[in-house]
């Protein structure tokens, strides 16, 4: 009745009341496929090219990125392992099929195709952790146009969060030197992105994550033990040390800095003995309070007992405390966004394509500020005789030269240097290469960049503005 009045007073009728049925709305899941973790254009251009005739031309996409962000003197690759991983997942079923249908993305020619999607191309890179500059080609994906077109997004969307993060990590680990940098930024990010940058910061040098989910996908060192919480949960700093150290052991690391920090060094020797793995410090002055700290430790016969610092650190507050008495550090915020560049810039790129006669031919994009250089190119890098890269060599030229060049016996170049090939397969014909994925190609990926980082000019770990660490040059293998 329209009089009738509820228990709050607000009458049936008013445009408050809550209706007694809502229409149901389906929650958000998360899906085994991949398919539609990508831009409506893809669909759409592979749509009208199944329809020209011109869908199964043999093509080659190209990976690579026109300019290293400011300030930065390489780039890192990664997530390449979590791309061929994705391509198990990137199908078309019958729910991803039934959204195209109902808001007619394509047309059935195209659901038809999509249905019976699998990569059945070739994938070749640099390797995982690779050091890369601007245009050098970290990926090139070959195939049909409908089978590589299909990828763009997917690949670009890994390979720019992850080389951006691993981007960041190497530079904070250049500026740790030799000590221990650990990753613990999963709550400054998405969920999964959390995962992909710890995975990502490994790559880059990173020794462990706090991030669980990472140490079981990826086999990552996990770390992690009590937050200023756990102290303020007892009745005092004493209770929640002992207890601490009751569990997990003598070898904990206990956060000294909730109250006062003298006062909590003091209680941590109490509680963990002269053996006591660690103390933390997560908040003030790191560097002058590491020294401080240090001493107290020292003077309580506790010189065996390590310093890590956490704290909004990015590079240059490690690089900052490089004279501190500091034995590790733990990184969040900055290393999940990249330190401030959170993307590389990367593009995919059609730079060979079959003609009508089926000769492969190059392509290029000519607009301003955005032009390209087409043709499928050979990657390599040239040392001096001490094993330093003096550039990057990118070959072009006719594809099937381009396919068969290899480096001669002995090296070559006008400055007697030896050339490196960068390229390595990934996936033949659709066969995915297993070094490059899962825990095995974490530990490969973080492998390879500590070698590809060593090799370059010492000036490359400079925090300064600067120009890329080496140049890159265009040879012609006409």
Request: proline share 4%; hydrophobic share 40%.
């Amino acid at each position: 009745m329209t009089d009738e009045r509820r228990g709050n007073g607000v009458p049936a009728t008013s445009p408050l009341t809550v209706p007694q049925s809502l229409p149901a709305a389906p929650l958000p899941t998360l899906r085994p496929s991949l398919a539609l973790l990508t831009d409506r254009y893809e669909l759409t251009m592979l749509a009208a090219a199944l329809a020209d005739g011109t869908a199964h031309r043999h093509c080659v996409f190209e990976v690579f990125t026109r300019r290293l962000p400011a300030g930065r003197r390489y780039g890192v690759l990664a997530g390449t392992g979590r791309v061929l991983e994705a391509l198990a997942a990137f199908r078309f079923g019958d729910a991803e099929l039934g959204f195209l249908e109902r808001h007619r993305v394509v047309d059935d020619r195209t659901l038809d195709f999509l249905r019976g999607f699998r990569f059945t191309g070739t994938i070749t890179g640099y390797a995982e952790g690779e050091t890369f500059f601007p245009g050098s080609p970290v990926l090139q994906v070959e195939g049909t146009f409908a089978e590589a077109v299909l990828l763009e997004t997917l690949v670009l969307s890994i390979l720019n969060h992850d080389s951006a993060v691993a981007s960041a990590a190497s530079r904070m680990t250049s500026a740790a030197v030799d000590r221990p940098v650990m990753e613990m930024g999963s709550r400054r990010t998405h969920e999964q992105a959390a995962v992909a940058a710890a995975r990502a910061a490994v790559v880059g040098g990173f020794v462990g994550t706090s991030n669980l989910e990472a140490g079981y996908r990826y086999g990552l060192e996990t770390i992690g033990t009590a937050a200023h919480a756990f102290t303020m949960l007892h009745d005092d700093e004493a209770s929640a040390f002992a207890s601490q150290v009751a569990w997990h052991g003598v070898g904990t690391t206990l956060l000294v800095d909730t109250y006062d920090v003298r006062r909590g060094v003091e209680r941590a020797i109490e509680a963990g003995g002269t053996g006591l793995g660690a103390v933390r410090l997560d908040s003030g002055d790191l560097g002058a309070m590491a020294i401080e700290v240090r001493a107290q430790l020292d003077e309580l016969g506790a010189t065996g007992t390590k310093i890590v610092v956490t704290s909004d650190l990015d590079e240059h507050a490690i690089a900052g405390l490089a004279a501190a008495p500091v034995d590790s550090y733990g990184v969040g915020t900055s290393l999940v966004t990249g330190s401030g560049t959170p993307t590389c810039g990367m593009v995919y790129k059609l730079v060979a394509r079959s003609d009508a006669a089926g000769r492969m031919q190059p392509v290029a994009k000519a607009s301003a500020h955005k032009s390209d250089r087409g043709g499928r190119k050979a990657a390599a890098r040239r040392l001096d005789e001490d094993g330093r890269a003096l550039e990057e060599v990118l070959y072009t030229g006719p594809d099937e030269d381009v396919v068969a060049w290899e480096p001669r016996a002995g090296g070559s170049g006008d400055d007697g240097g030896r050339l490196r090939p960068l390229h390595v397969p990934l996936v033949t014909d659709g066969a995915t290469d297993s070094r490059w994925v899962g825990a095995y190609g974490v530990q490969n990926a973080a492998e390879r960049h500590a070698s590809s980082r060593g090799e370059l000019p010492r000036g490359a770990r400079r925090l300064s503005a600067g120009d890329p660490a080496i140049p890159t040059v265009v040879e012609s293998l006409d």
